[in-house]
């Protein structure tokens, strides 16, 4: 979806874009990807939503675990994550973010309750490290949904999102460039990776900030 699109369809302001951008300036440290050797920043929340009502409601934080048959770096791992912060749950950019991706899960599936996973990512490269969005190469998420929303690059070049079909075909490839822009696929039918990003002036750190989200039945 092209980000004039999803901007309109969010209904957000200039102002309320760039103020939703300052939360990825709070993330905290993805150990587990530091030990595949990636700088990457995330926190992590859980929410149900109910399509008939349109109701949101925060759920207890919990590990993160992904199922079997998805994600085969972390596969049997819980993953223990920083939450979200209390204002990034309540910036209405978020929100409308997840409002709207949950009117189009239904497109794929028609459950009484989602349960959304709510992931901010910062991945950081430097003249000396490629940052790797996707430490774990093509996979799944063991979801319905998944969803990338980029909401901001600073000095990076590469970051090319990928989508296979279950055979390996290639199905899509694209760079997420415009903050707005939303990558949506149906989980259960594809995989996806992205390629790694760096630097375009070397002497300056480049930054790919995205939100990531998910749905799967209730």
């Not at 709070?26 to 109910?50: H, I, K, M, N």
Request: glycine letters at 8%.
């Amino acid at each position: 979806m092209p980000a004039p699109v999803t901007t309109a369809r969010l209904g957000v302001e200039h102002d309320a874009w760039d103020r939703f951008r300052t939360h990825w300036d709070a993330l905290s440290t993805d150990s587990y990807a530091a030990d595949q050797g990636t700088c990457r920043l995330r926190r992590y929340g859980r929410f149900s939503c109910t399509p008939a009502t349109g109701r949101i409601k925060p759920l207890p934080q919990a590990t993160f675990v992904q199922p079997e048959n998805s994600n085969p770096l972390y596969v049997g791992v819980d993953r223990t994550l920083e939450p979200l912060t209390d204002s990034f749950v309540a910036d209405p950019v978020f929100l409308a973010a997840l409002r709207l991706l949950g009117q189009l899960a239904t497109a794929l599936d028609d459950p009484a309750v989602w349960i959304a996973k709510v992931h901010p990512f910062r991945v950081i490269a430097s003249a000396d490290t490629h940052g790797l969005p996707t430490p774990e190469g093509r996979h799944r998420d063991g979801v319905t949904l998944v969803s990338s929303l980029l909401v901001g690059r600073r000095n990076a070049v590469g970051g090319k999102s990928s989508v296979f079909d279950p055979d390996g075909r290639r199905l899509l490839a694209i760079t997420l460039s415009e903050p707005g822009a939303l990558l949506l696929g149906d989980d259960r039918r594809t995989l996806h990776s992205v390629s790694a990003i760096r630097p375009v002036n070397r002497s300056r750190p480049a930054y790919r900030d995205v939100l990531v989200v998910t749905f799967a039945p209730g």
